[in-house]
């Protein structure tokens, strides 16, 4: 009996001290004390953020997502900037952004509740830049979520699960209004707190400032356009803002805006007054230049860690690189047609017939486009204009009826139709039978990058894009996953088109304050000069949102914003209301050797209607099943 | 030599069927496991019905899918807060769903009306015109009496033109009195289209006329004659399906139509 009793006693000893050491940390998980403790591991919590940060770059598509190498059906070409093979209408995002921002918000919102408890080891102004420097992550995605869905879930701390209760996890939607003002705290936050300078992308106070003007101008813009309205049970409005609130929103993008000022300024290294080439040059190389006063907040990129295929995608034809792909991207006409220095009919098209309805003739194609505003030439290739050394040829087909007397329109304004194919000479695809010119000589009928009638990788439009592309990667090198141009997600010229409408939005109010009106002329001319572009003669020019609207589409094509824009102003369904695109098309007169150009409907036939219910997106269905205090936005 | 051949595939018989027999009872365990039977009944209530204009008691016509009518059931028997349940009316107007389960439901259509829940602009609900209605088993059939946005209304029969082309006379007026809802007219078309199903949703762009007008231009038209015709030259020999639409810029600027016409070309 005994010794069955030391023998009990002898085991339980045994399964005590068995126990006692089992918590060790797991040696394969990077805890709190390996990140919290240096500046290193600091740098390395915010590389992983920032590499989460919603932006819409050379990753992003709104059919495939962020960080998505594949950018074919690209932004442009659902904005109608642009028409593309791969995107054939409107289109809303079809990968919707929740699950990966509220990963990122619990990062932040691990960061500012850990932080505290480490801050002995850091100085303390590092400390309060970082602090500063999460909330503006934080805010960045916050508004991210806001300019889709409207009102969201505000979660300010780390949820805990399992040891709190699964339903203290189901937060319910805030009203739109409080999420902008969420965000307008954590930007205010971030700008008070952040240090003047930071690594470059990161943000610092003024980036701050630039995004907060960015974010205000939005919800200033549903308050003042926004007409569809959503309430939950507690009388939030989830969808919508008091139109009396557009004026304060509008004041705080303006004052935001005023504080980069001085900070930072318009790109002009290589800029000249009266000087197209040079201002042309300019415009190009700004999205080149790491050291350019103009970027406020980047996102880099660096081979072969991290890489995009922009040019792959993006080259005209003729620029091709060795795995295929180019010309994703062909400007439309209807965004051509905004700038200045082009001839142009009364209505503001383009002037493409003489007095008596016949085509005008040129000698070759850049002749009507001879006085262009530079900003143009550095943002879409011309049919003819020059890229990486060769002159990008781009011709729909030879004519070869007779140019006597003149040539009529080959299709009636207006026409769907295709073209006839009396009296022309057109090539399918890229392998062309060359055709001999009544002097003998031989040419391609289609130019080398296109347009085709049949195969569509080549320029749609009479025009392919120019901005962003590198001029100096060799052909060789133009492959997807290969291409590492820093992406500039705020610039100057942008804090500058906010303070403008914002200003103009403030002057239409009846707002004093500030001489506003004036304010928004010097904004707006300071980007014209800097583009090349005709400058407004007075403030009372500036008697319509619509020429700050147009200066903007104009500055900020093809860098992922217009949608946007054309989202908050509520214009897109008027906009693309079963509408289709125009395009140009340039000829040749086989007689002559000299060219003319059809404008026309896009000859594809891809009709664009955006359905209005898109303003707000759609909150993803597995979401609410997950959460079921979400409540639905409108229509779906 | 054959002997042992034949011995041979002997063996390799009694192993297969070894493994078949194996084969056999792991998957008659399998279906053993899967026998149970649902223990919920099949949904076998069903909700018919129809979205009637309150004036003249014509069913409110629309397209089917996103653009148009749908009906919308919050099952209230075990929460006061229910993710919804949408489905769609069919272009008529009218709806019906057999597949439904037994359940207590505020049931609501939503489309190119007015509203039948409306709040004010703190989030009060002011009308709620919801149906609850126990949905038992075996049919019933309800009836919303609506406002719509704009009644369009065939004036004449279409006509077919010499050039083939159809030439139609419609009428769009106010469908409310109610000036919270009576928005600009923003589009006036005339849909075509080679199958009975027409719409905004569902046109052949080539032949359909779509106009849109801007601020308050539209509304000049309001009660008017208007004739639209078709654009193109139409195909011969085959029916088409034609129907005018008109929408106001009211929330999701959802179309109201008049019923459909089928014309015949020869």
Known sequence: ?636 | MLALTTRKINNKKSTNMKKFIYFISIISLGAASCGKLDNYPMPNAALSGRVVDAGSKNTVQTETGGGGTRVKLEEISWSDNPTPFYFYSMQDGTFNNTKLFVSTNKISVEGAFVPLVQYDNSGNITVDKRQTVDLRKGAQNIVFEVEPFLNVEWVSDPVINTDSTITVQARVSRGTANPDFQNDVSDINLYINSVPYVGNNNFDNRYALTVSYNGSDGNALLGQTITLTTTGKLPGKRSWWLRVGARTTYGLKQYNYTDIKKVTLP
Not at chain 1, 399 to 415: E, M
Request: overall charge negative; charged content about 20%.
């Open chain 1, 1 to 636: 009996m005994k010794i069955i009793k030391y023998l009990t006693i002898l085991f339980l000893a045994c399964a005590i001290n068995a126990c006692t050491k089992l918590e060790v940390a797991p040696t394969n998980i990077i805890q709190d004390n390996d990140v919290f403790t240096s500046t290193g591991g600091i740098q390395i919590y915010f590389a992983r953020m920032y590499s989460e940060l919603p932006i819409e770059d050379f990753r992003y598509s709104p059919a495939r997502g962020l960080n998505m190498f594949w950018i074919i059906s690209p932004f442009p070409a659902v904005t109608g900037e642009a028409l593309s093979r791969d995107q054939r209408g409107a289109m809303t995002e079809s990968v919707l952004y929740w699950g990966d921002a509220y990963g990122l918000i619990r990062e932040v919102n691990y960061f500012l509740q850990t932080l505290p408890k480490y801050v002995s080891n850091f100085d303390a102004g590092d400390v309060q830049s970082w602090i500063g420097e999460a909330h503006f992550i934080r805010a960045f995605t916050y508004f991210s979520l806001a300019k889709r869905y409207g009102g969201v879930p505000i979660v300010t701390n780390v949820l805990e699960y399992p040891t709190k209760e699964l339903s203290s996890l189901d937060v319910p939607r805030s009203s739109e209004e409080k999420t902008y003002d969420f965000i307008a705290s954590d930007l205010d936050t971030a700008i008070a707190k952040l240090s003047e300078t930071n690594q470059q992308g990161r943000a610092n106070k003024y980036a701050a400032a630039a995004f907060k003007s960015r974010a205000m101008l939005y919800a200033g813009s549903i308050a003042k356009y926004n007409q569809v309205s959503l309430f939950d049970d507690s009388h939030n409005r989830l969808c919508g803002i008091p139109s009396d609130k557009a004026v304060t929103y509008f004041k705080a993008a303006y004052d935001a805006a005023v504080m980069v000022e001085g900070h930072y300024s318009l790109y002009k290294k290589a800029w000249a007054a009266g000087d197209k080439e040079a201002q042309y040059q300019n415009y190009v190389k700004m999205f080149f230049d790491n050291e350019s006063p103009e970027n406020i907040f980047v996102k880099q990129y660096l081979y072969p860690q991290s890489v995009h295929g922009y040019d792959a995608y993006n080259v005209p034809r003729q620029c091709m690189g060795p795995n295929g792909y180019s010309s994703e991207v062909s400007p439309t006409l209807n965004f051509v047609e905004m700038f200045d220095g082009l001839p142009k009919n009364p209505d503001g098209t383009i002037q493409n017939l003489d007095a008596t309805g016949k085509y005008k003739l040129f000698d070759n194609t850049m002749d009507i486009f001879s006085n262009a505003e530079p900003r143009l030439r550095a943002t879409v290739i011309l049919p003819g204009d020059m890229f990486k050394g060769q002159s990008i040829e781009i011709r729909r087909g030879i004519y070869t009826g007779s140019s006597a007397g003149g040539i009529s329109p080959l299709i009636p304004a207006g026409a769907t139709i295709q073209y006839p194919t009396t009296n022309l000479v057109q090539s399918a695809n890229g392998s062309q039978q060359a055709y001999t010119l009544p002097d003998n000589t031989t040419i391609n009928p289609a130019g080398a990058s296109g347009t085709f009638f049949a195969d569509e990788t080549c320029s749609q439009t009479g025009f392919s894009i120019r901005k962003y592309l590198d001029e100096s990667l060799p052909q060789s090198q133009v492959k997807e996953n290969n291409e590492d141009q820093t992406w500039i997600e705020i610039r100057y010229a942008e804090v500058l088109l906010n303070r403008a409408e914002a200003a103009f939005e403030l002057y239409t109010a009846g707002q004093s304050g500030a001489d506003y009106l004036g304010d928004a002329f010097t904004d707006i001319n300071q980007v014209r000069e800097r583009a090349g572009a005709d400058l407004l003669t007075a403030p009372t020019d500036l008697n319509d949102i619509k020429i700050i609207q147009k200066e903007r589409r104009k500055e900020l094509g093809f860098e992922n914003k217009i949608w946007w824009d054309l989202k908050r102003w509520r214009i897109l369904d008027k906009e693309q209301n079963n509408a289709l695109y125009r395009v140009m098309m340039p000829f040749m007169v086989a007689e002559n050797k000299k060219y003319f150009f059809d404008v026309r409907k896009d000859e594809k036939n891809r009709y664009y209607s955006f359905d209005p219910k898109w303003y707000y997106e759609q909150i993803p269905t597995d979401e609410i099943n997950k959460s079921p205090s979400l409540k639905q936005n409108p229509g779906y």
